[in-house]
């Protein structure tokens, strides 16, 4: 199984600070690499998908780079509602392996 | 619009089986891959099971043989069936479409917003 690994496992930042958080995977899945957010009691929500595309109705704010086996996304300005859990997830292959999380707070 | 509900959770004891079901509106599920993912409590995300539009179906290795995801193509639904549960099956699950470009890498674009299963004496 391919292992995903997120860094930091959390995170404390303000208000409009840039913000990067970090996938790697255990293999190279080439741009398969998807990142979710996730708000407490509710289900994940699209990011980005294939490394660096931006889901319909996300925020420019956000966006993601890499290929092979290290990627990140970034937040370029934090908001308020931005506060939440971050999983990167690969579909390169089954079983489809989610990150840790990254707890993204208010500093 | 474009929508996933799931039901069908609840308690269960150890040994016991339920059935979990995904109705879809807005698309059709026969159309598309669809997944189940589940989320112990405090835990993160686990894949669990996704079918092929044509019909294969494939699972984690922690449900091989235990859970069967199908589809009921005449209600446009989705099923988990969950036989020989365990404690570590609790949890929220969700079943989301699995998006499949003509080109690149698949990603869940539309979510459930999730049924919960407790596993317990």
């Known amino acids: 199984d391919i292992q995903m690994t997120q860094s930091p496992s959390s995170l404390s930042a303000s208000v409009g600070d840039r913000v990067t958080i970090t996938c790697r995977a255990s293999q190279s899945i080439s741009s398969y690499l998807n990142w979710y957010q996730q708000k407490p009691g509710k289900a994940p929500n699209l990011l980005i998908y294939a490394a660096s595309s931006l889901q319909s109705g996300v925020p420019s704010r956000f966006s993601g780079s890499g290929s092979g086996t290290d990627f990140t996304l970034t937040i370029s300005s934090l908001q308020p509602e931005d506060f939440a859990t971050y999983y990167c997830q690969q579909s390169y292959s089954t079983p489809y392996t989610f990150g840790q999380g990254t707890r993204l707070e208010i500093k | 619009e474009v929508q996933l509900v799931e039901s069908g959770g609840g308690l269960v004891q150890p040994g016991g089986s339920l059935r979990l079901s995904c109705a879809a509106s807005?698309?059709?599920?026969?159309?598309?891959?669809m997944s189940w993912v589940r989320q112990a409590p405090g835990k993160g995300l686990e894949w669990v099971s996704f079918i092929y539009s044509g019909g294969s179906t494939y699972y984690a290795d922690s449900v091989k043989g235990r859970f069967t995801i199908s589809r009921d193509n005449s209600k446009n639904t989705l099923y988990l069936q969950m036989n020989s549960l365990r404690g570590e099956d609790t949890a929220v699950y969700y079943c989301?479409?699995?998006?499949?470009?003509?080109?690149?890498?698949?990603?869940?674009?539309?979510w459930g917003k999730g049924t919960t299963v407790t596993v317990s004496s």
């Open positions: 989301a479409r699995d998006r499949v470009p003509a080109a690149g890498p698949n990603y869940m674009d539309v």
């Open positions: 807005g698309f059709t599920v026969s159309s598309n891959y």
